[in-house]
Every structure is written in structure tokens, then in C-alpha cells.
């Protein structure tokens, strides 16, 4: 069995500038190494039976539903999809629990009218187990002459999307303006009442002014600690009842981290101390969380490491 890193970086889509080819030029620049949305991802290789029985029936484009949290009835809401590596996905089909149904456009994403009953809706990629819900918000509730910020990430990671939460928001994902340390972002989805945005490829670790703007409406000062999460682990082949620490070294913050780690191949091999499982960093200036693995039998495993991040007190 060999061990592969899939340090996959997400692709969503932010910026409004210049409209959709600059949108789509800088996707590609960003998307060019194979990163993983939300995680670091350990993976053994597939053997190459199971390769090619996939091959015979390819899964659905789509992976990943991304949706703003929540929408505003009658309102403009941009939703987007990713496919396995973590990019865009153009072409794929969603389907919503009131019946209605869409396909994401060239950019991965798609701009529809939120439904006009408030309540719970579910979305989800069709072909595809799991939906995602979306609280639908009457509009008497959300009006607003200016933006507003409810709840921010107090930190985030350079190679994954983060979420604010607030009023005012444009419903397009491509009017929202917002940049980070003075470079713009990458808007994902978007409602009048939520974003999730994808930071600039450029970053560096540290602490970073975010600003948003939308319809002329600008938002109060913001600030975010934007974290680097560097995966280390032996990647030899891992035999059954052998253990192996894989370790997460975070920059950008002295302060301790949470991390969670989930198994998504427990018959393979076994995370040690529970599945999911949290761990909190050290701290300090070598800031480092570790997690342990077990090999069980030969196959292939997948281990996904996300952030837990903390939301800041409201604007």
C-alpha cells in the first residue's frame, strides 16, 4: 500500500471585478494543484481492480453542495458545487425538497430566487446521497440599509472556504467585493444574509483585514487570523497493527488550535481515540496537533483533517 498527501486546495469562486474571465482565469491558476476542500486528506492508492470498476460507472461531476446557510423568501441566493478534487463543477445537477431543480453554470455555481415559503430546505446533488439544509428567512426579517455582520470565524485556513454571517449581503456571488489584505477573495455562495468565500491565493499566514462591499453598502472593519496547516507524516506502506503519528503543524497563531479528524475508512485502518476525533494544539511558537492511525487490513484509507474555528462576537 502507498501513501499519498492529496493536499487538495478548494475551489470556490470569489470577486466581482473584472466579470467572468478573469473569474475563470483565476480559478484555473488556483485549482492547478489537486487540493482537497476543508481538509488535509491522507490516502493509500486504490488497487487497481477497484480503479478500473470505478471507471466503468464514473460517479456524478459533483461531490460537494455548497449553500449559504441561510436565504432570504424571494431573494436572490447563489449556490456552488465541487467535484472530488475539490474544483468547480460545471454541469451539475441539484435538486431541492420543494421540487425545484438546477444546473450549476461555467463557474461551478448557480444564481436562482430562494423559495417564497420561510422554513428548512434541503439540497442535494443528484446522484448523490446527503442533503444540505438552508433555513429560508421571511424578508421582513432581514431588511437592512447597510451591511451588518452577525458571526465571523475568528480563524480560518489559507487552503479552505469560510463562512460570515450577517445583512445586506449580495444574493449574486460575483457582486459581493470583498478582499483580504487588500487582494480579492473568491465568493463560493452567497445570500443576503450569508457568504462563504474562499481567501486569496496569495495570503500569507498572520492576521488580515477583510472588507466587504455590495450595491454601494460597505461593511464595518473586520479581521481574521488566516492559518497555514502543514501535513507531516510517514508515507511507507502502513501494515496491519502498526501505528503511525501523523502531525499537523499550524503558522499564523501562537494560540491552541482545534482540529478534527475524521476516518473514512474505518475497516482499513483505525483513528486512535475515537472516530470523529478532536484534538487541540499545542500552542506556542512550534504549534503542533498530532493524531495516530492504526493499519487494519490492506485497502485503501482516507483520513480528512478540518479546523474548528470559533466564531468572533458579533458586529
Known amino acids: 500500500m502507498s501513501l499519498q498527501f492529496l493536499h487538495h486546495r478548494t475551489s470556490p469562486g470569489f470577486l466581482c ?19 482537497v476542500l ?38 436572490r441566493a447563489t449556490l456552488a458545487v465541487l467535484d472530488v478534487n475539490g474544483r468547480l463543477a460545471p454541469g451539475a445537477a441539484v435538486a431541492f425538497s420543494n421540487g425545484d ?24 446533488i443528484v446522484g448523490r446521497e446527503g442533503r444540505v439544509p438552508v433555513t429560508i428567512l421571511p424578508p421582513d426579517e432581514t431588511a437592512v440599509t447597510g451591511i451588518a455582520l452577525a458571526s465571523v470565524p475568528r480563524f480560518a485556513t489559507l487552503t479552505d472556504r469560510f463562512e ?34 474562499l481567501p486569496p491565493p496569495e495570503l500569507e499566514p498572520g492576521r488580515a483585514s477583510v472588507d466587504i462591499s455590495c450595491a454601494k453598502r460597505y461593511g464595518p472593519p473586520l479581521e481574521v487570523v488566516f492559518l497555514a496547516l502543514n501535513l507531516e507524516a510517514d508515507s511507507s506502506p502502513l501494515p496491519p ?12 497563531t501562537t494560540s491552541k488550535i482545534t482540529l478534527e479528524a475524521r476516518n473514512l475508512a474505518p475497516d482499513i485502518a483505525e483513528l486512535t481515540g475515537g472516530n470523529p476525533l478532536r484534538v487541540s494544539s499545542s500552542g506556542g511558537e512550534e504549534n503542533v496537533a498530532r493524531f495516530e492511525v492504526v493499519g487494519r487490513k490492506r485497502g485503501s484509507f482516507l483520513v480528512s483533517i478540518r479546523l474548528l474555528s470559533p466564531r468572533a462576537a458579533s458586529h
Do not use: W
Open 17 to 35: 471585478p473584472p466579470p467572468l474571465d478573469y473569474n475563470l482565469t483565476m480559478l484555473e491558476r488556483r485549482l492547478s494543484p489537486p487540493f
Open 38 to 75: 476543508r481538509c488535509f486528506c491522507l490516502a493509500l492508492t486504490l488497487p487497481p481492480i477497484l480503479s478500473s470498476a470505478f471507471a466503468q460507472k464514473p460517479p456524478p461531476s459533483g461531490r460537494i453542495l455548497l449553500m449559504p446557510r441561510t436565504m432570504v423568501s424571494g431573494d
Open 101 to 124: 431543480r438546477l444546473t450549476t453554470d461555467a463557474t461551478g455555481r448557480a444564481l436562482f430566487v430562494a423559495p417564497l415559503n420561510p422554513g428548512v430546505l434541503f439540497g442535494s
Open 164 to 197: 460570515i454571517a450577517g445583512r445586506g449581503f449580495c444574493g449574486g456571488a460575483d457582486a459581493n467585493q470583498i478582499t483580504i489584505s487588500g487582494e480579492p477573495a473568491f465568493v463560493l455562495a452567497s445570500s443576503p444574509t450569508s457568504l462563504v468565500v
Open 241 to 252: 497493527g502498526v501505528h503511525r503519528q501523523l502531525s499537523v503543524r499550524v503558522r499564523g
